[in-house]
Every structure is written in C-alpha cells, then in structure tokens.
C-alpha cells in the first residue's frame, strides 16, 4: 500500500508516529522505536474498512490533517467540529440518546494512499473519520464506534498536547507486535513528490457533516 503515497508528508516524522491497532484496541505514540503513550481505545462496531457510508474504521497511512479543541474544557461537545456551547453530562446524555458524542478534542484524519484511503469513496477525511474525546461510561478496547477513533477524554486530551498537525498515523487489523513498522522501509517507498492535498477554508468552515 505504501506505494501509493503520494506525498512526503511522512518525511518530517520518518520515525515518530501513531500506531492504532484495531485488534488490540489499542493506541500507542511510538518515538524511534520508544512507546511513548499507550492506551486502550475503540474503533467501529463494523469492523475495519474504507468506503463512504460504511461506519468503518480506515486501515493504512494517515496523517493528522487538523488539530480541534485547544482551548476547550475536558466535556465540551463538538458538533461538525465546533464547540456546541454544551457540556457533557449524565443529563445531557439521557436528553439525547441517540448522539455520537464528541467531546473534549478532535484530531481529523486524512488517509495518504490513493485509491486505498484517500479520493474517490475511500477518502478518510472526507468520511470524517477523527481521534476524539467520549464519554467516560463508554467502555474503551471495545470496538463500538461509529468508524472514528474514541479514547477517555483525558488520553485524548494528553495525546492532543503530545502531537503535531501532519503527524503519521497508522492504522492496522493486526496486534501491534505482530505488524512492527521499520522506518527504513517507510523512506524507501516515499516518493520525492510535495503535494500535499488542500483543503479550503469553506470546506472545514461550512461542511456540517459529524462523523
């Protein structure tokens, strides 16, 4: 798959990214070959996939494409990517059953393999796929989410203040001992190429979509 890149957005973090283990449910910060973060999370209850409308979780590369909530307190509630002006409670939850929450923050992924997570159907940003706050009574290394990525607001918060825009993300069936990703192997399939995909300001401004 890693043919398919065609960036070199990972060359800024050649050995430093987010490993996300669907089996395990589980995600770790990996700095040269050092786990610097490690927490249970939950993927989707539909398993592992990339098309459009499938509730899935994207596998592959991905990069952070945006960084959302800086400056919110740990139980805001985002809808389409802004601050609701609500905060999350046990009330709020039983006036609103039927919500996705999102809360706290919000690290919008975009997939770097076309044809795989990026364009066309399978593109992971424009499915609105995110590593977001939830809420505490709902259980983490659980699949159970909606295709984005959940964590404990307080992870996510610590993870969010860890990481940088464009950070490389990666996102796999497999247990995390069972895939080691070399970073060598990742420099060699990059190509020399910068175009990195633009997203205009009216489409993170006005697009109402909520994964």
């Excluded at 957005?9 to 910060?29: F, G, T, W």
């Excluded at 983490?140 to 990525?149: E, K, N, P, Q, R």
């Amino acid at each position: 798959m890693l043919k398919n890149i065609k960036n070199n957005d990972l060359k800024e973090y050649p050995q430093c990214y987010i490993h996300v283990s669907i089996a395990e449910q589980r995600l770790q910060l990996i700095d040269k070959h050092r786990i610097l973060f490690d927490v249970l999370i939950a993927t989707a209850k539909n398993g592992a996939g990339e098309n459009y409308g499938s509730e899935c979780t994207p596998r592959g590369w991905h990069k952070i494409r945006a960084k959302i909530g800086a400056d919110c307190t740990e139980n805001t509630v985002f809808i389409a990517r802004r601050p609701s002006g609500e905060i999350f409670s046990e009330s709020l939850q039983q006036e609103y059953p039927e919500r996705d929450w999102i809360l706290a923050r919000i690290m919008w992924l975009s997939g770097l393999e076309v044809g795989f997570n990026r364009s066309g159907q399978q593109d992971t940003m424009r499915r609105y796929i995110y590593i977001h706050g939830c809420p505490d009574n709902i259980p983490m290394g659980i699949a159970d989410s909606h295709g984005c990525i959940r964590m404990r607001n307080t992870d996510v918060m610590a993870l969010f203040d860890k990481v940088d825009v464009g950070i490389p993300v990666f996102i796999s069936e497999e247990r995390i001992s069972e895939n080691p990703i070399n970073a060598n192997l990742m420099n060699e399939n990059l190509l020399n190429e910068n175009k990195a995909d633009k997203v205009s300001t009216k489409d993170l401004k006005t697009n109402t979509n909520n994964a």
